[in-house]
């Protein structure tokens, strides 16, 4: 069974940068669909980045061109590099894991596409 934990939350200021780590304690094959969602009090979880089994990257529109979603295989770390935050990226960070297929932007953010969760790491962005 996957196993997922989160870390490299914090609080930074407006347009400052973090980078999230997400380790993988144990692997499931097939299950290499990757993704990091994001949850803020009072709303729903949101798909960020996701990294297909075949290294297409997905990104929400709100986050382009400031994420970047990567990993390194090696040692079964997926990252999420987050520069220029503002204040409406603060929210609980939650790394993610799925059955890989072919699949639109829309499904590999979607939160029904995953089946593996992990814990969370919270970000917080001040203005």
């Known amino acids: 069974q996957v196993q997922l934990v989160e870390s490299g939350g914090g609080s930074v200021q407006s347009g400052g940068s973090l980078r999230l780590s997400c380790a993988q304690t144990?692997?499931?094959?097939?299950?290499?669909?990757m993704a990091w969602f994001r949850q803020a009090p009072g709303k729903e979880r949101e798909g960020v980045a996701a990294?297909?089994?075949?290294?297409?990257?997905y990104y929400a529109d709100s986050v382009k061109g400031r994420f970047t979603i990567s990993q390194d295989r090696a040692k079964r770390t997926l990252y999420l590099e987050m520069n220029s935050l503002k204040p409406d990226d603060t929210a609980m960070y939650y790394c993610?894991?799925?059955?890989?297929?072919?699949?639109?932007?829309?499904?590999?953010?979607?939160?029904?596409?995953?089946?593996?969760w992990g814990q969370g790491t919270q970000v917080t962005v001040s203005s």
């Open positions: 990294l297909a089994g075949d290294g297409i990257k």
């Open positions: 144990a692997y499931t094959y097939g299950m290499d669909q």
């Open positions: 993610a894991a799925g059955q890989w297929r072919r699949m639109t932007t829309v499904q590999a953010l979607a939160v029904n596409e995953y089946k593996y």
